[in-house]
C-alpha cells in the first residue's frame, strides 16, 4: 500500500508543478497537464491543490508501514 501512494503522490506533485509551470512560463510537456488542462481559469488553485494532495499522500505513505 505504501508504494501505491508514493506512485500516487509523485502523480499528483508531477501534475501540480507542471500546471504552475504551463500557466507561468507557458513550456508544456506534452500530456503531463491531463488533470489541470480542462480547468481553464483555475489552473493555479488547481495545481496547488495537486502540490498539497501529494503532501498528504507522502505522509500517509511515511506513517503506513507494511
Not at 512560463?25 to 488547481?46: C, H, I, M, N
Request: hydrophobic content about 50%; overall charge positive.
Amino acid at each position: 500500500m505504501k508504494k501505491v501512494l508514493e506512485v500516487a503522490g509523485v502523480v499528483l506533485l508531477t501534475q501540480g508543478v507542471m500546471g504552475l509551470v504551463h500557466k507561468y512560463t507557458g513550456w508544456s510537456r506534452g500530456g503531463l497537464l491531463g488533470f489541470v488542462r480542462p480547468l481553464d481559469g483555475y489552473e493555479v488553485y488547481a495545481s496547488v491543490v495537486l502540490i498539497v494532495l501529494a503532501g498528504a499522500l507522502f505522509a500517509v505513505a511515511r506513517r503506513h508501514s507494511d
